[in-house]
């Protein structure tokens, strides 16, 4: 990921956003091979800031699930939203602790899993055949908090994962909007209505 100097709008970008791109590209750069950073993968920036610009009116508390190097929940908070990170590799949450306390202290992150607890796993929409992990420590205790919690939930999911992620929101949030990011299509929003399971 290369920093722009617009968000896609012609508007300019604050400079310490294209600071911290440059930065979590290098860090990505320097440590690629590492077991740790196998599942990260990094977003369009520019594009999903434009879209957390446009969202701040509606919604207040942010959560990332598989946050990696932060970068998503520091814009997040750096526009002015709530917002918290989840992410389950520990030197990935040591990573974007740093990169925080230099861009925006108020991004927060937990280490776990972000697929809540009270989960009720649908065979029709998930099969076994993920790379998300069902290990690690419960986040949302750790954040004294449930999914219910949050307006907006940002995931970067596996191709295979994004119907299970939607799932999750419908049945644990309280009709969060969930936005999505995949290569071939983009972002994608949508307000999952709670499904009462």
């Not at 929940?73 to 389950?88: F, H, K, N, V």
Request: aromatic letters at 12%; hydrophobic letters at 35%.
């Amino acid at each position: 990921m290369r920093p722009r100097s617009s968000d896609g709008k012609g508007l300019p970008l604050p400079g310490h956003l294209e600071q911290l791109w440059r930065e979590a590209d290098t860090i990505w750069s320097e440590n690629q091979n590492r077991k740790s950073y196998g599942l990260y993968v990094a977003a369009d920036y520019g594009t999903v800031y434009q879209m957390l610009r446009q969202l701040r009116r509606r919604a207040v508390t942010f959560l990332e699930w598989g946050s990696g190097l932060g970068v998503v929940t520091i814009m997040a908070a750096s526009l002015g939203y709530d917002a918290y990170g989840i992410e389950l590799e520990p030197e990935l949450i040591t990573r974007s602790r740093e990169l925080a306390e230099r861009y925006c202290p108020r991004a927060k992150f937990v280490q776990g899993n972000f697929i809540p607890s009270d989960y009720d796993w649908d065979s029709r929409c998930c099969d076994n055949d993920f790379r998300t992990s069902l290990e690690g420590p419960d986040a949302y205790r750790a954040m004294d908090m449930e999914l219910r919690d949050f307006d907006l939930i940002y995931a970067f999911p596996w191709p295979d994962e994004s119907e299970m992620f939607h799932d999750i929101v419908a049945q644990c949030s309280r009709n969060s909007m969930m936005l999505t990011y995949q290569h071939r299509e983009g972002l994608r929003l949508c307000r999952l209505v709670a499904s009462g399971k």
